[in-house]
């Protein structure tokens, strides 16, 4: 292993998606061996932002546009499409960065050290560590450490308690309103049985479910929805509930739940893909993710450690380029 603090840089263009997954893998890294990270957000202008990852490239390394302290930087993190092409240049003008892309990258895959992809993606190659979702930042300490903030008011919501994840609409899956209606009606259902329900939505949660969400939350003192306003309880809610369901349109939610190990069931969402139906089927193979059908189990499971994990295989790729390189 390499000598004192290894200098990580993490690149994303800022949106909390991406970022949880570069700062999860990061802070696993940092819970193995020595790091210090820092992160850069991309801003580009909207032109720019549309091109693809080859433009983007020719185009950063044609004007010198992206710029930033090299010598000093051990391993590069990006992830999402923004990432792509300023993690090349940066491997350009120094090749003794070690670079890691999140995701299927879909341009010179070959020209990353490491690719860390979704398992449910096939994407195969000597550079390629593939895993169950995304890396996330779950860790007992960051469940603890978040859970505190918001203790006083978690206890004024008694046991049992179920945490509610909806997403929305995206590229494969479409909220509509039969399944917002069997949502809902779940939540409501918890609470008849005596739960307090914590309901946390995203931003792709259309605004009519967000709503009906909020009018739940104010006519029941049993429930608390966080509905992007103020600081996020979303992580406490997670630690502090006995089971938690999560809508199936997100891979980052469901792979986040699972891996706090608590009972978690998915909710459905029309549409889907291939790609999805393969993460549904491995979660349940192996983490027992099923459906929500009205029973009851809040059994503790042995929580998902994919994130780690791949950050132990990262580090023993590191040191065998460290070696390569000497």
Request: with cysteine; charged share 25%; proline share 4%.
């Amino acid at each position: 292993m390499k000598a004192g603090l290894t200098n990580c840089l993490i690149i994303t263009d800022g949106r909390q998606g991406v970022r949880n997954q570069a700062v999860g893998l990061a802070v696993a890294l940092k819970n193995i061996q020595p790091l210090i990270y820092s992160e850069t957000k991309i801003k580009n202008l909207k032109f720019f932002h549309k091109l693809n990852s080859s433009l983007q490239y020719s185009l950063i390394k044609l004007f010198n546009i992206y710029k930033a302290e090299v010598k000093n930087i051990d391993i590069v993190i990006g992830c999402g499409r923004q990432a792509i092409a300023p993690l090349l240049d940066l491997k350009e003008k120094n090749p003794n960065i070690f670079t890691i892309y999140i995701q299927d990258p879909k341009y010179k895959n070959n020209n990353f050290d490491l690719i860390i992809a979704p398992e449910h993606d096939a994407l195969k190659g000597k550079n390629v560590i593939s895993m169950i979702g995304s890396p996330n930042r779950i860790t007992k300490s960051l469940l603890k450490m978040e859970s505190q903030k918001f203790l006083k008011k978690i206890n004024d919501f008694p046991p049992p308690r179920a945490t509610i994840c909806i997403g929305g609409n995206s590229k494969h899956h479409k909220l509509i309103k039969e399944n917002h209606y069997n949502h809902i009606q779940t939540a409501k259902d918890l609470i008849e049985l005596g739960f307090s329900v914590f309901i946390s939505t995203s931003r792709r949660t259309p605004s009519w479910v967000v709503k009906e969400y909020k009018e739940l939350s104010c006519s029941h003192k049993s429930v608390w929805g966080y509905f992007g306003e103020g600081e996020n309880p979303y992580y406490a809610f997670l630690e502090k509930s006995d089971i938690i369901l999560v809508s199936e349109d997100s891979s980052n939610m469901l792979t986040e739940a699972a891996s706090v190990g608590k009972r978690v069931f998915s909710m459905p969402i029309s549409g889907g893909s291939k790609k999805f139906k393969e993460l549904n089927k491995t979660l349940k193979n192996r983490y027992n993710i099923s459906y929500f059908k009205g029973e009851i189990d809040i059994d503790k499971c042995e929580p998902l450690k994919e994130t780690h994990l791949v950050a132990e295989k990262i580090w023993l790729r590191y040191d065998e380029y460290l070696i390569r390189n000497e």
